[in-house]
T-cell receptor
């Protein structure tokens, strides 16, 4: 069974640009969530989608947005990039509520 | 808002000793408590989980205990080995009618000294 796939693995962008990250969940998993991880900051929750509906959103500015498609694949978008957005962005999928999360390898975003 | 506190932030133990990491959650409706291990440069992976109707669960050298009254759960690793060195995250999940939250602790960096 294929795991969670995130693309691209690495991205370098400049301030002010926008970026789109992609996540393909494990087949059959309808829940997809996104996390930002910076050194020493743990896993900061961005948002969670289930069957194309955003069920929960973390405390991030409106520049961070996401969506989920009918095939459960998800994208997150960050507009007007700032230096502080440099981080590892992790996507995780799950079968449903109160289930283990299966993480992808992440997309490492560097903003210069 | 709801949160999960995790302690300690760093922990160093001698190989063969035990390690204990503790988490406290605030939402009394939380009913699922997983633990994830993240090795350097790798993705977080589930190592053990426990549900609110169980007080303790064990898997070889790893065990988790849950005290619902105190809203407290702990990870216990016995006979630690160098490959146990990693960052460990606890989480508390809440699924009630129309609401679903999965909140992580801030992580514990465990170093097992050979």
């Amino acid at each position: 069974k294929a795991g969670v796939t995130q693309t691209p693995r690495y991205l370098i962008k400049t301030r002010g640009q926008q970026v789109t990250l992609s996540c393909s969940p494990i087949s059959g998993h309808r829940s997809v969530s996104w996390y930002q991880q910076t050194p020493g900051q743990g896993l900061q929750f961005l948002f969670e989608y289930f069957s194309e509906t955003q069920r929960n959103k973390g405390n991030f500015p409106g520049r961070f947005s996401g969506r989920q498609f009918s095939n459960s694949r998800s994208e997150m978008n960050v507009s007007t990039l700032e230096l502080g957005d440099s981080a590892l962005y992790l996507c995780a999928s799950a079968l449903g509520e109160n289930s283990p999360l299966h993480f992808g390898n992440g997309t490492r975003l560097t903003v210069t | 808002g709801e949160n999960v506190e995790q302690h300690p932030s760093t922990l160093s133990v001698q190989e063969g000793d035990s390690a204990v990491i503790k988490c406290t959650y605030s939402d009394s409706a939380s009913n699922y408590f997983p633990w994830y291990k993240q090795e350097l440069g790798k993705r977080p992976q589930l190592i053990i989980d426990i549900r609110s109707n169980v007080g303790e669960k064990k898997d070889q050298r790893i065990a988790v205990t849950l005290n619902k009254t105190a809203k407290h759960f702990s990870l216990h690793i016995t006979e630690t080995q160098p490959e146990d060195s990693a960052v460990y995250f606890c989480a508390a999940s809440t699924a009630t009618s129309g609401t679903y939250k999965y909140i992580f602790g801030t992580g514990t960096r465990l170093k097992v000294l050979a």
